[in-house]
């Protein structure tokens, strides 16, 4: 395919001094995705192989932010994120592919990810994560870091801006471009982004892991809250709050977090880095402890409520609470839209259902022969007995029912199996009985 490359057309980039080419190197540029404080990201394409990619192309110098043309900073330092990132192997880490000149312009190859959107998109309140997934996705994240750290590996600026989540919902953390291994800090000046920055950067004095933990605390804490925790007018105001310890407590910016999490802040947020988390790792686990206890927390409310639910249901009416849990935790829950057949008339099934919530009917071929409501049940006779469907049942409107089949039996005590078929023969019985008196009256009539 490198054969058949496009002649090449360079065209200005809007806004800035930058003019690139349609093609540089093997690859070829679709479109523009982005913008960085050290490059600005193209979609491009691999000739050969057709794969696509991610391609940073380093600004010129009167491009670059005030701040790094102070420092001086020069294509060896663009292309220290290639060396250094080219290293790290994780699933949550950008992969960098490639790295090259082509004339006076600078370009890493980068892995490009369909979809990917940074995590500053969720600092809106109209895109505000739910708190179970800020922990979700900020546990990985601190995984990532703590790869990184390992390999002695210094990010350097954890921002929500460098934080990619992706279509499948996993996280990238990309940008090492002012990257440094630990303890041979090349650019020496504050560089990176203050409003994300720990004390000890602010105060230009050595970098580590700790500060990094605060970083990433402070990400936490906007994705949680939607504001700064150290909030003020201006980033000088940030900075002031910052240096004098002025945590503003993470539940009066947003009541109704788990108090776990407030009591987490200052072993991440706290000025002096001895007294925050020592690795990253450690923040993770704590993150995933608290994610953990919440799910339980959740399980143990759901069972309860489904619990209750059985409980006003006069099939289990001989069944104690306890005996009711083992059979809301064995029963599947399974909702259902309006028209959706739950059993098929002749169908093979052993399985028996309660309805929760909602309406069905029952037919006999097309013929529509009875109604269904919440405490009703079908599917008795093929639960005890193992009998082909005599009728079909379909949901009348939107349905929540339990259903309960070999699988679900197998998991219930033998007393609570024993009264669970005990139940299932009084429907029987009663049915029979209806039947049956049906069955009189109409002889009767016809007499």
């Known amino acids: 395919m490198g054969e058949n490359a496009p002649r090449s057309v360079t065209r200005k980039i809007r806004g800035l001094s930058l003019a690139v080419s349609n093609t540089i190197g093997k690859y070829d540029l679709v479109r ?13 394409v691999e000739r050969d192989t057709g794969q696509h990619v991610a391609l940073k192309i380093m600004l010129p110098e009167q491009d670059l932010p005030d701040s790094l043309q102070r420092l001086g900073f020069t294509p060896k330092h663009f292309f220290n994120e290639a060396r250094i990132a080219a290293a790290i192997r994780h699933a949550n880490v950008l992969r960098v592919l490639d790295a090259g000149t082509q004339g006076r312009l600078c370009y890493i190859v980068l892995e490009l990810v369909p ?3 940074s995590l500053s998109e969720f600092l809106q309140p109209e895109h505000r994560l739910p708190y179970q997934r800020v922990l979700a996705l900020l546990c990985r994240t601190a995984l990532a870091l703590d790869h990184v750290h390992k390999l002695g590996i210094l990010h350097r600026d954890v921002k929500p801006g460098n934080i990619l989540l992706t279509d499948k919902d996993e996280v990238k953390l990309c940008d090492f471009s002012i990257s440094s291994k630990i303890g041979e800090q090349s650019l020496t000046e504050i560089v990176g982004s203050p409003r994300y920055m720990s004390p000890e950067q602010l105060l230009r004095r050595p970098t580590t892991q700790r500060s990094e933990v ?3 605390g402070i990400v936490l804490y906007e994705l949680l809250t939607l504001s700064h925790p150290f909030e ?25 977090l788990p108090v776990e999490l407030e009591e987490l802040m200052p072993r991440v947020l706290a000025r002096n880095p001895a007294e925050r988390f020592a690795t ?9 402890g608290i994610l953990e206890q919440q799910h339980r927390l959740e399980r143990t409310n759901l069972l309860q409520k489904r619990v209750a639910t059985l409980k006003a249901f006069k099939f289990f009416e001989e069944f104690s ?5 083992e059979v809301a935790v064995a029963g599947d829950w399974e909702e259902y839209t309006g028209r959706a057949e739950i059993v098929r008339e002749g169908a093979a099934s052993g ?40 009728a079909s049942v379909v949901a009348d409107t939107p349905l929540r029912a339990v259903k309960f089949g070999g699988q679900a039996e197998a998991q ?23 039947f049956t008196s049906m069955l009189s009256s109409d002889l009767k009539g016809n007499s």
């Open 32 to 44: 523009e995705l982005g913008r960085g404080s050290t490059g600005v990201v193209f979609e491009g």
């Open 115 to 117: 979809g990917a959107r």
């Open 214 to 216: 605060f970083s990433l």
């Open 232 to 256: 003020a007018e201006d980033l000088k105001g940030i900075v002031r709050r910052m240096l004098s310890d002025e945590l503003r407590p993470l539940l009066e910016c947003m009541p109704g």
């Open 280 to 288: 990253a790792r450690e923040l993770a686990d704590a993150l995933g």
């Open 321 to 325: 609470e306890e005996e009711l849990r």
């Open 351 to 390: 399985c028996f259902y309660l309805l929760v919530s909602g309406s069905a009917e029952i037919y006999k071929g097309n013929t529509l022969v009875d109604q269904l409501g919440p405490g009703d049940c079908f599917g008795e006779m093929g639960f005890l007995a193992g009998i082909e469907r005599t």
């Open 412 to 434: 219930l005590s033998v007393e609570v199996r024993s009264k669970f078929h005990r139940a299932c023969s009084r429907i029987v019985v009663y049915r029979l009985r209806q």
